[in-house]
C-alpha cells in the first residue's frame, strides 16, 4: 500500500517562507499529488495544489501566485515552496493521491 509522510513544518513570521517536503512510496502517479490543508476551526481539509503526471501544478485561488509544487522523482519526494506567508495559511499540511490515503501531516503556524 501507499504511504506518505509530510515533513518540513514550522514557525515562521508573516512574509516569510517554508518548504513543505512528501515522502511517499508505491505511489501511483496516474492520480496525480495533491497538497491540501487543515486549518484551525475547520475540519475538512482544502486542497492547495496539485502536480500531475506530466509535472504540471495548479492551485486554489487563495494561493495567489505564493507557492509552487515540484517533485525529484529520484527521491520520491513531492515539495511544495511557500513564499509570502500570512497568518491565514496556518494549519497543518498534507500531501494525498486521492484524499483517501494521507501522511500525518506537518503543522505550519504563521505567527509574529
Avoid at 19 to 42: K, N, V
Wanted: include cysteine; proline fraction near 4%; charge should be positive.
Amino acid at each position: 500500500q501507499a504511504q506518505y509522510a509530510e515533513s518540513g513544518g514550522g514557525l515562521v513570521q508573516p512574509g516569510g517562507s517554508l518548504r513543505l517536503s512528501c515522502m511517499y512510496s508505491g505511489h501511483d502517479w496516474a492520480s496525480g499529488m495533491g497538497w491540501y490543508r487543515q486549518t484551525p476551526g475547520h475540519i475538512a481539509r482544502e486542497l492547495v495544489g496539485i502536480i500531475t503526471r506530466g509535472n504540471s501544478s495548479h492551485f486554489a485561488a487563495f494561493v495567489k501566485g505564493r507557492f509552487s509544487i515540484s517533485r525529484d522523482d529520484a527521491k520520491n519526494i513531492v515539495y511544495l515552496q511557500m513564499n509570502n506567508l500570512q497568518p491565514e495559511d496556518t494549519g497543518v499540511y498534507y500531501c494525498s493521491p486521492d484524499r483517501i490515503l494521507w501522511g500525518q501531516g506537518t503543522r505550519v503556524t504563521v505567527s509574529s
